[in-house]
């Protein structure tokens, strides 16, 4: 069993940065691919970024690629998202994610835990 708790979403003006943080409980926490999602208002949610059990392997949305970084800290069971130049369409609930099934990032089934969120608004 996993557990995941999100933090670090606040209000931030159009172009600034957010860095969001997910501390996972388990012993297993190295061993689990990592990742994020976000769902804005009225939309699906959406795949964000992910990362190896090791770090070494990062894969990200093309809406993000560029701007937003992931990154974890084994030895503090946390994974980070670095988010920086944010718009206006970044305004969503970001989702921490663990314990992926299936080679697929991407589908959001394919995630056997969820954080509560951390909300992320950018204003214009």
């Known amino acids: 069993q996993v557990q995941l708790v999100e933090s670090g979403g606040e209000l931030v003006q159009v172009g600034g940065s957010l860095r969001l943080s997910c501390a996972a409980s388990g012993r297993t926490f190295s061993m689990q691919t990592m990742g994020w999602f976000r769902q804005a208002p009225g939309k699906e949610r959406e795949f964000v970024a992910a990362i190896s059990r090791s770090g070494d392997s990062t894969y990200y949305a093309d809406s993000v690629k560029g701007r937003f970084t992931i990154s974890r800290d084994n030895a503090k069971n946390t994974v980070y998202l670095k988010m920086n130049s944010l718009k206006p369409e970044d305004t969503a609930v970001y989702y921490c994610?663990?314990?992926?099934?299936?080679?697929?990032?991407?589908?959001?089934?394919?995630?056997?835990?969820w954080g509560q969120g951390t909300q992320v608004t950018v204003s214009s």
């Open positions: 994610v663990a314990g992926k099934r299936g080679n697929s990032h991407s589908y959001d089934t394919n995630w056997g835990y």
